[in-house]
C-alpha cells in the first residue's frame, strides 16, 4: 500500500515579475512628470501540451494563478493531480503537467461561457452544477470585528497606491487579512489566492473573502468553491450574485467602507455589536 503523502507539491517555477513601470506623462499644466503603470501581460495555459486558455495578468503571481484557475474552473479537484507547473515569460506562458493526463477535459473545454470577468471572460463546463453538493457553514460576525477588518484592509492595495489600474482580493480570518493578492481583474486575484489555498491546505470554513470589484456570480461561484460562507466588497453587487448568494448560503455584504456596510444576504449572522450613531453614518453611498 502506497503512504499518502499529505505534505506534497507539485514542482513550480518561481516566476514574478514587475508589477509596474514608470513613464513620461505631460499633466494639465503642460508638465512633464514621472508616474507608473500597471502590468499587463499575456499567460497561455498549456496543460499536457494542450492550449487550454489565455490570461490578462500583472504577472506578480503566475504559479498560484494558473493552479487555482485550474481548480475553480472544475479541471482539477486536489493539487496532487498536477506534478508541475513551470512559467516562461520569454514566450508568455505556462506549462503545466498532470500525474494523471486531461484527457477526460474534452466535454468541459466545450462548454464555454463569457462572462463579465475583467482579465478572464470565460468559464468552462457547468460550473453551476457543480456546485449542488458544496455545503457551506454558517459562522456569525460581530460588527465591530468587521470595522476593525475593513480599517486593516486599508493598509494594502501596494500596486493601486502606486499605478492604478488593479483589483485586490484578500483572505481574512477574524480581523486579520492572511494574504492579499492584487492583479489586473479580481478573477485572477481570486484564482491566485485559491493557488495559495490548495497549496498551504488551508481550509476556507472560518474565512472571509474581499475583494475590490464587483460582487458578481462569478465572484460567489468561486468563493463557494474555496467553502469560504463570507464575501464582502467596496463595490456593489449583481442579481445574479445575489441569487447566488442566496442559493448557497454565502453571507455577501456590499458597500463596505468605513462604518458602512450593506448585507444583502446573511443578515442573521451579523451581530450588531457597534452600530454608528447618526452622525457617523455615510448617507452618499
Excluded at 488593479?166 to 487579512?177: D, Q
Excluded at 464582502?232 to 445574479?240: E, L, N, V
Aim: glycine share 8%.
Amino acid at each position: 500500500m502506497i503512504k499518502e503523502n499529505k505534505n506534497y507539491r507539485p514542482k513550480m517555477s518561481n516566476s514574478k515579475v514587475e508589477a509596474s513601470f514608470p513613464v513620461s506623462v505631460m499633466d494639465e499644466f503642460g508638465n512633464k512628470r514621472e508616474k507608473h503603470i500597471t502590468g499587463e501581460r499575456p499567460l497561455i495555459i498549456y496543460v499536457d501540451k494542450k492550449e487550454i486558455v489565455t490570461l490578462m495578468t500583472l504577472g506578480n503571481n503566475p504559479e498560484l494563478l494558473v493552479l487555482g484557475y485550474l481548480h475553480n474552473q472544475g479541471f482539477i479537484k486536489s493539487i496532487k493531480e498536477i506534478k508541475e507547473i513551470q512559467v516562461d515569460w520569454d514566450v508568455d506562458s505556462a506549462v503545466v503537467v498532470t500525474k494523471n493526463g486531461s484527457a477526460d477535459w474534452e466535454d468541459r473545454l466545450k462548454k464555454r461561457t463569457v462572462t463579465s470577468g475583467c482579465g478572464q471572460g470565460t468559464v468552462f463546463g457547468n460550473i453551476i452544477e457543480d456546485l449542488d453538493g458544496i455545503k457551506l457553514p454558517k459562522p456569525q460576525l460581530l460588527q465591530s470585528s468587521f470595522y476593525r477588518l475593513l480599517k486593516n484592509i486599508k493598509q494594502y492595495n501596494e500596486v493601486y497606491k502606486k499605478s492604478g489600474a488593479v483589483h485586490g482580493c484578500a483572505l481574512c480570518k477574524n480581523e486579520n487579512i492572511e494574504i492579499f493578492i492584487e492583479d489586473v481583474g479580481r478573477h485572477n486575484a481570486t484564482d491566485a489566492i485559491a493557488g495559495h489555498m490548495l497549496l498551504e491546505k488551508i481550509k476556507g470554513a472560518d474565512k472571509l473573502f474581499y475583494t475590490t470589484g464587483r460582487l458578481t456570480s462569478e465572484m460567489v461561484i468561486k468563493v463557494a468553491q474555496m467553502r469560504i460562507p463570507i464575501l464582502f466588497s467596496r463595490a456593489g453587487i449583481t442579481k445574479m450574485g445575489k441569487e447566488l448568494s442566496e442559493k448557497m448560503g454565502i453571507t455577501t455584504i456590499a458597500r463596505a467602507g468605513g462604518k458602512h456596510f450593506l448585507v444583502y444576504n446573511g443578515s442573521d449572522t451579523i451581530i450588531l455589536d457597534k452600530k454608528p450613531l447618526i452622525k457617523e453614518t455615510s448617507i452618499s453611498i
